[in-house]
C-alpha cells in the first residue's frame, strides 16, 4: 500500500512563506494526479491544488491562487506546495491526496484514494 508523507508545517507570521512538501513510499505508484486539501478548525475539508503527474498540469483554488504555487520533481517522487503571502485563514491542516482515476480535477475530497496524515500550518501573529 503506497503512503504519502508530508512534511514541512509549522507556526509563521503574516505575510510569511512556507513550503510543503508530500513523498510518496513507492516510485512505481502510478497516481494520475495528486492534490493538496486544507481543513481548517470546525470547518470541511477545502480543494488547495492540483498537479497531474506527468504532464504537470496544475489547478488551484480560488482562495489561493496567486499567492500558492504547487509542483512535482518526478525524481524525487515527491510533490510541493510553496505557499507565499500567509493570511490567518491560511491556518488548517494541510493533506496530500492522490488518485490514480484518468478524470478530471476534482475539487471532492472523496474522488481521491490515497492520503497522508497531514501537517499544521498555523498562521498567527
Known amino acids: 500500500q503506497v503512503q504519502l508523507v508530508e512534511s514541512g508545517g509549522g507556526v509563521v507570521q503574516p505575510g510569511d512563506s512556507l513550503r510543503l512538501s508530500c513523498a510518496a513510499s513507492e516510485g512505481t505508484f502510478s497516481r494520475y494526479a495528486m492534490v493538496w486539501f486544507r481543513q481548517p478548525p470546525g470547518k470541511d475539508r477545502e480543494f488547495v491544488a492540483a498537479i497531474t503527474w506527468n504532464y504537470g498540469s496544475v489547478v488551484y483554488g480560488a482562495s489561493v491562487k496567486g499567492r500558492f504555487a504547487i509542483y512535482r520533481d518526478k525524481a524525487k517522487n515527491s510533490m510541493y506546495l510553496e505557499m507565499d503571502t500567509l493570511r490567518p485563514e491560511d491556518t488548517a491542516v494541510y493533506y496530500c491526496?492522490?488518485?490514480?482515476?484518468?478524470?478530471?480535477?476534482?475539487?471532492?475530497?472523496?474522488?481521491?484514494?490515497?492520503w497522508g496524515r497531514g501537517t499544521q500550518v498555523t498562521v498567527s501573529s
Open positions: 491526496a492522490a488518485t490514480t482515476r484518468v478524470e478530471p480535477i476534482s475539487f471532492d475530497p472523496s474522488r481521491y484514494d490515497y
